[in-house]
């Protein structure tokens, strides 16, 4: 077991030194300026996105994830946030035509600089990981699929919310206030 948690440590790691976040303070600026806030992905990503929604909303920014049945209509003063690893999944890709059309800012983390949804994000932040369309290149990760990227993603995130945290002078304590008591 140790070997194997070293292992998973180790290719995170990797990846996030190797992540190009040279837009990280317009990216955050976004954030905290956005009137509403919607998160999307598919697939065990979309579980992570699910949980960084709900960190935004213990920060006191007004958050939902695409699917749920309380998503408010958007305008030109919120944005849609986007993780996929491929950038190509034909779902997220029609959601960003969506929100595009309509002129909702769209923001991504993909791990593809090629990808469809980067072209119609007006910022993004590119994880330095593969994706299922890697299939030909060459694998860094010995996990299956795209775990890699959706635990660097995670972890980017959660690093992410650190950094929310200081520009709205937040605290754990201050954070609980908001958290959920009918848990």
């Known amino acids: 077991m140790h070997d194997h948690y070293k292992l998973v440590l180790k290719e995170i790691e990797s990846v996030l030194e190797k992540s190009d976040f040279t837009q990280i303070d317009s990216f955050t600026s976004t954030i905290i300026n956005s009137k509403k806030i919607v998160v999307f992905g598919a697939g065990r990503v979309g579980f992570v996105m699910k949980s960084f929604g709900m960190r935004l909303n ?9 699917g749920d049945i309380n998503v408010p209509k958007l305008g030109s003063d919120d944005l849609l946030l986007i993780g ?4 190509n999944t034909s779902s997220i890709v029609n959601i960003v ?28 932040i590119l994880l330095n990981c593969q994706t299922k369309e890697s299939l030909g290149e060459q694998k860094f990760s010995k996990q299956p699929m795209t775990t890699l990227f959706e635990q660097s993603l995670l972890i980017f995130l959660d690093s992410l919310v650190l950094i929310l945290m200081a520009l ?8 609980l206030e908001r958290h959920n008591i009918l848990e």
């Open 84 to 87: 996929s690893g491929s950038g």
């Open 58 to 66: 213990h920060l006191d920014i007004d958050s939902y994830f695409l």
């Open 168 to 175: 709205k002078n937040e605290t754990n304590e201050s954070m």
């Open 97 to 124: 035509e969506i929100a595009t059309k309509n002129k909702i800012k769209v923001m991504c983390i993909t791990a593809n600089r090629e990808s469809r949804i980067l072209k119609h994000s007006s910022n993004y």
